[in-house]
């Protein structure tokens, strides 16, 4: 799970006391992003927990470490997890830690009938003086690992007006939207965070993610980065996007992690949905994929409200696991030769590259 995410847009199934902050660690090798946990008490408690995918297996480790920062404490650091029904406390596991960061377990009782809409997962420390702890969410990763096959002649699908692959002596990019840059600011930046007016819309053409004017096998790439949940029938445009490369040319895609994001509640959409969209030529969400998120997100809009808005919903939800069902189809069933996937456990996205 990301806490991370969860603080940064303070979602309500978070709660918090003490001075805890985001961060930015080293540990070995690798950046992490990290929960910064200061000297003291302090605590943390996630509600809804038996609703959230990634816990329904029950899992003993979730990918989140601590470990301490500065010497000589003249006591050991201390973390307690907990899940907890009101007063009731049904699995702890209490662990002291030093520099060296050791995972958080989770205390799952044997008799999963106690787990229910009240279990409560809390996570309370004890920081010696003149020390700080870091508990470590997720790796960081950077979009550079894939936007270096961004090279030759390209597409970036739907950047609004901060694309993220530019224009160089090797890369000749077009940006493409569904709309010209005034109705952009219309409907998505109607209080102007994203500076659209003053945006440089000369590279824009106008279309759509399953209908890109660009003739067959012209483009050595396709970007996309928060694209690909938003599309009906993903296969279908798969395929139609294989068709615009070039022999060698490559899909590039930063996709929201299902389990990381506001999607935590959700199923991973499977190859068998996406096939039955492929096979009834689907292109557009339909009442069903608007129900379906309006239910997940607990959201009191009727579906012709949303529809009648167009509004911009996930239509797919996607992890690595479901991800790599989907790219592999492409490469058995659409043409493609390989794919890869650039994943970190915790990260709010990851990234994948589909070759032609």
Sequence with gaps: MNLIDLFHRKDKILKFSGNLSIAGAIWGPDKWRSILVPEGRS???????????R???????????IGLKGKGASEPAKIRVSLENGAETIGVRKVAFGEVPVPVRLPWPVDGRLI???????VSFEVPSGCSADLF??????????LSFATGTGIEIG?????????????????????????WKELYDRSGKFNTETADFADYIIGTADSIPADPQSLDFIFSSHVFEHLANPLGH????????????????????MHSTKDICAKPSTVEELKREMAENIWRPTEYHYDRWLKMRGAKWSIKEVMD?????HVHFYDRDSISRVLETAVTELGYSSYSIVHSDNHKDFYFCLWN
């Design 309 to 313: 808005k167009n509004l911009s919903i």
């Design 116 to 122: 229910s809409k009240e279990t409560v997962l809390k």
């Design 238 to 257: 798969l395929a139609r996007w294989q068709a615009l490369l070039k022999p060698g040319g490559v899909i590039l895609a930063v996709v929201p992690e």
């Design 43 to 53: 605590s943390f408690v996630l509600s809804g927990i038996c609703d959230v995918r």
């Design 137 to 146: 969410v997720h790796k960081a990763l950077s979009r550079s690992s894939i």
């Design 159 to 183: 950047p609004g007006p901060k694309p993220q692959v530019f224009q160089s002596e090797t890369t000749s990019v077009r940006y493409l939207e569904e709309m010209p840059q005034d109705k």
């Design 55 to 65: 816990l329904k297996s029950f899992p003993c480790e979730i990918g989140w470490y």
